[in-house]
């Protein structure tokens, strides 16, 4: 599987920002999906999790309430929709997959295989 991480920029707190990830892949859709954040001088932390199925999702504390992921798995894209925007949001955001497909949607960085190439979030107070 493969991952292309888009939509990051820069916008005010309070602000609103779409990421997306493409999977590629033949299996592409039957993969949880997961977003995670690395702040300057921070380990990267989970931010939020899919199942295969778009049904079951998993978030962060941090997070829960303003960001909101969703999948179409007609399109082999995953959606994060990050609202209430935060300066602690700022960080580069990342889509992972776990190896093996329909995973438990989970916070364990290790569990996940495959990554993007990160996208940039930054949040200006």
């Known amino acids: 599987v493969q991952l292309q991480a888009s939509g990051g920029g820069a916008v005010q707190a309070g602000g609103s920002l779409r990421l997306s990830c493409a999977a590629s892949?033949?299996?592409?859709?039957?993969?949880?999906m997961g977003w995670f954040r690395q702040a300057p001088g921070k380990e990267r932390e989970f931010v939020a999790a899919?199942?295969?199925?778009?049904?079951?999702?998993y978030y962060a504390d941090s997070v829960k309430g303003r960001f909101t992921l969703s999948r179409d798995n007609n399109k082999n894209t995953v959606a994060l929709q990050m609202n209430s925007l935060k300066p602690e949001d700022t960080a580069v955001y990342y889509c992972a997959a776990p190896r093996a497909i329909k995973v438990v949607p989970n916070p364990v960085e290790e569990s996940y295989t495959y990554w993007g190439q990160g996208t940039q979030v930054t949040v200006s107070s």
């Open positions: 899919i199942n295969w199925s778009g049904l079951a999702t």
């Open positions: 892949g033949s299996t592409a859709s039957s993969y949880t």
